[in-house]
């Protein structure tokens, strides 16, 4: 099975496009946030906050309820933002917005589109993500696909989002033992129940509603991920 991943989306790319590999020079476990599903002007001065806390690998635009124009309109900043903190910037959903921002990936979810058609607009630099809720299966079609991640959840209870599947931190380290391609947990992640992921195996906990929306505000919810995940 790894013998027929595609080489070409495992190989380490200059500038932020390598945030996805394991690297022995980070922590064995990055942070990678999410957006809250809606956002407003001022969002750009918490997520600086959040990326002056700690360190942070990536970022994805998961905006809800919004068409493209308007998402592409709030990204400007955030990207900036990104850039400047070199965190990847990942965009939810739609690889076409993700080509029209030149954003550093994007995060496919099962009905979002196909891994090779984001990977043949967006080059072999782009980091593409696929969401594989607790399905192995799905997850090796990912992989095959030529997904930088994949990505298993819910681990927890979120109330981000409708999430129908249930995964559990085993199928964290079957995914790393076996396979090249890092993975991310999501779902209900706070620094107090993330430990059991990170013993798992999990590459990235990607995490939401607990840095956004978590006591002392943003940069006191990093610090604590970052005192968790050694950064
Ligand atoms: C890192 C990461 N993992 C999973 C998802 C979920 O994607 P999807 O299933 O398409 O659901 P929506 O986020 O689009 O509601 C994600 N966005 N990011
Ligand atoms: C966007 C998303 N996808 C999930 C999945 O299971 O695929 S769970 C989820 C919500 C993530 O936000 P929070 O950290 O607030 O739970
Ligand atoms: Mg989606």
Not at 6 to 20: H, I, N, S, V, Y
Not at 34 to 54: C, E, M, Q, W, Y
Not at 79 to 98: K, P, T, W, Y
Not at 168 to 176: D, N, R
Request: with cysteine.
């Amino acid at each position: 099975m790894t013998e027929d991943l595609d080489d070409d989306a495992l190989t380490l790319d200059p500038g932020f496009a390598d945030r996805f590999e394991r690297d022995p020079r980070r922590p064995a476990c990055q942070l990678y946030l999410i957006s809250p599903p809606a956002i407003d002007a001022g969002f750009a001065d918490r997520l600086a906050a959040a990326l002056d806390a700690g360190p942070v690998a990536a970022f994805q635009l998961r905006l809800k309820g919004i068409d493209d124009h308007a998402i592409a309109r709030l990204a400007e900043p955030v990207q900036r933002l990104c850039a400047d903190h070199e965190v990847a910037f990942i965009i939810n959903d739609s690889m076409g917005l993700a080509k029209r921002l030149g954003a550093d990936g994007v995060h496919l979810g099962q009905d979002d589109g196909d891994p090779r058609d984001a990977r043949a607009l967006l080059g072999p630099t782009a980091q593409i993500g696929v969401t594989c809720h607790d399905s192995r299966h799905l997850a090796m079609e990912a992989g095959e696909a030529g997904a930088d991640y994949v990505a298993f959840g819910a681990f927890y209870p979120t109330a981000t989002k409708d999430a129908r599947h249930r995964a559990e931190p085993s199928i964290l380290g079957w995914w790393t033992t076996l396979f090249e391609p890092p993975c991310v947990a999501i779902g209900g992640i706070t620094p107090d129940n993330a430990a059991p992921l990170v013993a798992a195996g999990a590459d990235f906990l990607a995490v939401s509603g607990a840095v956004w929306n978590g006591p002392g505000g943003e940069a006191a919810v990093v610090k604590r991920f970052a005192a968790l995940l050694g950064g």
